[in-house]
């Protein structure tokens, strides 16, 4: 297992402006919430966590949220600050910043340029006014318009949008409609989600009453094999299962994760990992305010086992369509091979068409990827893996 401090920085903002009906992030209404004391509790954790296990350098940074850009020009002043403080940051680090159209002024955006963000991610969903009221977005298609042309105007390029698919009452032919207009705005980098209903959330509530009308299944397939080709035949690399970038534009951060090395996560509910030990947040605002006041936030930490983070390997590695490598397995676990484990599973998904092998066939595996076939069934080749 990789026991180094860790390169990626991941920051929880738990506020935002309304609660999306599919949404079960740990996220809260900003109104009347202590954003300030919030903002002096994260300083807090930053101070401690540098002290406890001491950054050296920082590549990536992600702010996420909730909806980080909830906050005013003055509090992001302040917290791009202590991020740079009690981090230091690589020249080059990629830094990112989930935003929602509609809390992105000119102000702010200038702010946030000057305080280091470089790259933006905005939750946009859907180009269809309709559909953005139906799931609970607060923004609506001017708005995305407007907020990107002012990240452009301040100096923003990397820009990435999510997408979503599979909402109800979407179909097929409206989708289609809201990829060209996503294409027509030529951004490097598109992010694209199937709704999944998760529990307590609105959408949750109205499926248990029949009462949500999402797409069949087939439906949801076709879409998904629609962004596909729609983003590939743009010139887009699919190079994650959500994920397409123009070359040099995949994200840096999430890549981290992608390939299970480490990472600082700070903030209410936030997740990290290092020197082998996995850790969540206490989640609530206020718990997580008095309890940084004393110590390090922890809801709860655990090790992770070899044979733990060894399936994490093949399982988040495999998403990545460049697949996973032997050579990257060997440096993580003291030299050995994905066949030392897998040898069964590998055949059997190997024989399915589901994956395939990245080298000569006629000689060792250099890695193993998912297959055209294998991409849309990508959550039963990752399953695959929990059999250790
Ligand atoms: S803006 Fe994002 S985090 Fe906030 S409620 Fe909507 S989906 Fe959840």
Known sequence: MLMHAPQALYIHIPFCTNKCYYCDFNSYLVKGQPVDQYLAALEKEMEQTAAVLPPEVIHTVFVGGGTPTVLTPPQMERFLAMVKRYFPLDEQAEFSMEANPGTTDLEKLKVMYEGGVNRLSFG????????LERIGRIHNVDDVYQSIANARSVGFHNISIDLMFGLPGQTVEKLDESVSRALELALPHYSLYGLKVEENTLFHHLYERNELPLPHEDDELAMYMLLIERLKAAGYKHYEISNFAKAG?????????????????????????????????????????????????????????????????MMVGLRMLDGVRNADFAAQFDGRQIEDYFAEVLQKLLAEGLLERIGDERSAAVGYKLTARGVPLGNEVFGAFLTV
């Open 124 to 131: 946009v969903q859907s180009f269809d006014n309709g559909l």
């Open 249 to 313: 534009h995949e994200s840096r951060h999430n890549t981290v994760y992608w390939h299970n090395e480490p990472y600082y996560g700070l903030g209410a509910g936030a997740h990290g990992y290092a020197k082998g030990e996995r850790h969540i947040n206490i989640k609530g605002v206020q718990p997580y305010i008095e309890a940084a006041q004393l110590r390090l936030p922890r809801l709860e930490t655990n090790q992770v086992t070899e044979a733990e983070a060894i399936e994490d390997f």
